[in-house]
Each structure stands twice: as C-alpha cells, then as structure tokens.
C-alpha cells in the first residue's frame, strides 16, 4: 500500500534535547511538507521541499531543522531552540506543482518534558 | 494574501441533523478552496476541493460545500449527521506553492 509513515506515534523528550521526528513516503512525490498543529491554531507550515536536496522555510522554521537526502524522506529536527516544541506534528507529500492535493501522514504527538 | 476564516470552533449538532460548517475566504484572485477532515489522533483527509469548475462540489462520506463568490463563502453541509462524523474540520485556501488552513472546527453529534 502507497502512503505516508511517520514515527514514532508519541515521543517524549526531555527539555534541552534535540529529538528528530521522521517521515518516509512511497508514493513517488517530489515535493513533502512538515505542519505543526496546536489546538485552535489549525496547522501552520514550518517546512516543505519540493525536490531532493532543497527546501524552503515555512511560516514557523525558527527552532527546526529539515533534510531532504533522499525523495522518500523528509526528517523534521525539533532543535533546543524551539520554545514551545509540545505538539501534533503533520507530514505530508505531493506531486510537484500539485500542492492542492496534500496526503497526510498520520501524525506525530512530541512531549517535550 | 489569500486566507480562510472558519466561523466556530467547536458546533453541536444532533445525530440525523443538518450539518453546517462555515468558512469565509478572502483572495483577490479566484482561489482553490478545500475541506479536509481529522479524526482523533490521526492525519488529515481530504474531504473535497474547489477548483472553479463548478460551484457546488460533492465530497466523500455526504459532505459538499458551495462556493459563493457574493458573500466570499465556501460553507461545508451534510444533510443528516452521523456519529461516525465526529472529527475536526478544517477549511484552507492555496497561496503561492503552499495551502493555507483555518483555525478548525470541532463537530460534536449529540444521540
């Protein structure tokens, strides 16, 4: 089955550590997006890539990092400089120049203690 | 700068009552509109997209939404609620190479 895995389900980490959160897709996409999303704050984009070995900061990058290695791949590092980093963080994929039809992974809720 | 406003965050309904989610875009350009859906815990899911070919748009599980460019409203209704339509959902808008999304809006469905 084609679609987009994100893990693990919940993460618990400690304040001051950095903790990476992963997303792999094998539906051939090119371009992938990385949302956080609060309550009542809907999803705000913090990073997207439209092809391997670029990407473009989002609304909310400061305190993340992204890689794109890889078209499959797209890892999120929430860094010790995010203040706030306890959320439900989203992964998505697209086709290139499509991005009016996102397709979600199923989510990462991340504790930072 | 294209946006949507989701009116309510949270809307009670009774099971087998009409539903109505409201979403208000502004763009200066025609836009493409969209409702997705979320359940618990889980990622979202495209309910159904605006992309000017016709006014009224037919989703998945019941759901459409009628573009009026008059009141600049792309509202998402559902003639009879079921429990299983307890989620939340979000209206969002094109800008550039991105999708913007609303705020969201919880739907409760009282037996």
């Known amino acids: 089955d084609g679609g987009i895995t994100q893990s693990p389900k919940y993460l618990f980490r400690k304040e001051g550590q950095n903790v990476t959160l992963s997303c792999e897709q094998n539906?051939?996409?090119?371009?992938m997006y990385w949302y956080r999303q609060d309550p009542g704050q809907g999803l705000r984009l913090i990073y997207y890539s439209q092809i391997v070995n670029d990407f473009q900061k989002g609304d909310i990058a400061e305190g993340y990092s992204v890689s794109r290695e890889k078209k499959e791949s797209f890892p999120l590092t929430v860094t010790s400089a995010q203040k706030n980093p306890t959320a439900f963080y989203l992964c998505?994929?697209?086709?290139?120049?499509?991005?009016?039809?996102?397709?979600f992974g199923p989510g990462t809720r991340l504790t930072v203690l | 700068a294209q946006s949507v406003t989701q009116l309510g965050s949270h809307v009670s309904v009774s099971e087998g009552a009409l539903v109505l989610l409201r979403c208000n875009y502004s763009?200066?350009?025609?836009?493409?509109l969209f409702w997705y859906v979320q359940y618990p815990n889980q990622g979202l899911q495209l309910l159904l997209k605006y992309t000017s070919a016709a006014t009224l748009v037919k989703g998945i599980n019941g759901f459409e939404a009628e573009f009026k460019k008059s009141e600049t409203s792309f509202h998402l209704t559902k003639p009879s609620a079921h429990m299983s339509d307890a989620a939340e959902y979000f209206c969002a808008t094109n800008r550039d190479d991105k999708i913007i999304f609303g705020k969201g809006t919880r739907l409760h469905i009282l037996p």
């Open positions: 998505a994929s697209s086709i290139r120049g499509r991005q009016d039809t996102q397709y």
């Open positions: 763009s200066s350009v025609p836009p493409y």
């Open positions: 539906l051939n996409h090119d371009a």
